[in-house]
């Protein structure tokens, strides 16, 4: 499955903002998706995965009650809907695919496309 992340930009802290991933090549049904992030100088870092029918959620500590993961798989899309943004979420996010029932393990995830910054400063 090939991915592209969209819909970041440069806002404000406080402000929301939504992230998409579409899906292309093949469906994203068969995959556990998840969300990832590298700030400047710094690893990357999985903030957010859901399982292939949306029955679980897995989120990071720094976006447990901010960051909301979705998905559709009809519309081949993830979603994830960040409130109350911080500067220290400025990264470029990624979205990427697993199929490991070791879903919230980073390494299990590839398919990694072109990412989107989010840029979070007053």
């Known amino acids: 499955v090939q991915l592209q992340a969209f819909g970041g930009g440069l806002v404000q802290p406080g402000d929301s903002l939504k992230l998409s991933c579409a899906g292309s090549?093949?469906?994203?049904?068969?995959?556990?998706m998840g969300w990832f992030r590298r700030a400047p100088g710094k690893e990357r870092d999985l903030v957010a995965a859901?399982?292939?029918?949306?029955?679980?959620?897995y989120y990071a500590d720094s976006a447990k009650g901010r960051f909301t993961i979705s998905r559709s798989n009809a519309r081949n899309t993830v979603w994830l809907q960040m409130n109350n943004l911080e500067p220290g979420d400025t990264a470029v996010y990624y979205c990427?695919?697993?199929?490991?029932?070791?879903?919230?393990?980073?390494?299990?995830?590839?398919?990694w496309g072109q990412g989107t910054q989010v840029t979070v400063s007053s």
């Open positions: 090549g093949r469906s994203i049904i068969n995959y556990h």
């Open positions: 859901i399982r292939r029918a949306g029955s679980a959620t």
């Open positions: 990427a695919a697993s199929t490991s029932v070791a879903w919230t393990d980073p390494t299990t995830f590839g398919s």
